[in-house]
């Protein structure tokens, strides 16, 4: 994780730094990425990025979770003013994350790591962490807060979770695809809705 003295940095410098540096990550593979590059990338000396980061993977932590972070933030307002519904609620989130530049820079990065084969073992230990942090659980409960309950009268925060789940695994798919130009934008999300549907009414049952 980065340094506390990287935490005590402005908001807009940090998000300097992550953004240059998160455009090496994006076009090189994993493993041919410098140090030397990436501190020239964001303006800043050799020293400070060892102040800052362990290392480029402590680094490249860093960047993922400032975008779960977003991410998480977007997720818990789709839910908040979509009147109770996961389909409104999951729906707006991902049309949402499709008009953002982060659904493009996630699936480019994690694209490029994924290809190291003891980063893509690391990465699934980060997802499995991940699911069982606090963070997570405050946030299905702020999402399960928010859902009508007299539509949905049998869910529980943990089906709400799992739904929440399938969700993001949907999201990963459409912003792969989207990104890849597998097919027109319009199809794409006319598959992740009708996956949403089946959801739905999972969750209903």
Known sequence: MPTQK??????????????????????????????????????????????YFEDKEDLLGCIAESWVDVILRKLTEAFRVSDGSYYESM?????????????????????????????TRKSKMGALQFKASPKWRQVIEECYGHMDQSRYPGLTPEK???????????????????VEHYAPLAEL???????????DKGIRE
């Not at 730094?17 to 000396?45: D, H, W």
């Not at 996630?106 to 084969?117: I, L, N, S, T």
């Not at 999300?189 to 959801?199: F, N, R, S």
């Open 160 to 178: 709400l979770a799992y739904a929440v789940d399938m969700g993001l695994l949907a999201m990963v798919q459409l912003s792969m695809r989207y």
């Open 91 to 119: 729906k707006l989130w991902m049309s949402q994350a499709l008009e953002n530049d982060i659904s493009r820079e996630v699936w480019k990065v994690y694209k490029r790591v994924m290809e190291e084969e003891d980063f």
């Open 6 to 51: 990287f935490i005590n940095l402005t908001e807009s410098k940090k998000q300097t730094i992550l953004t240059a540096m998160c455009r090496e990550f994006m076009n090189i593979p994993y493993s041919e990425i410098r140090i030397s590059n990436l501190i020239q990338k964001a303006g800043i000396s050799r020293a400070s990025f060892y102040l």
């Open 189 to 199: 999300k006319e598959a992740a809705w009708h996956q949403l549907t089946i959801l």
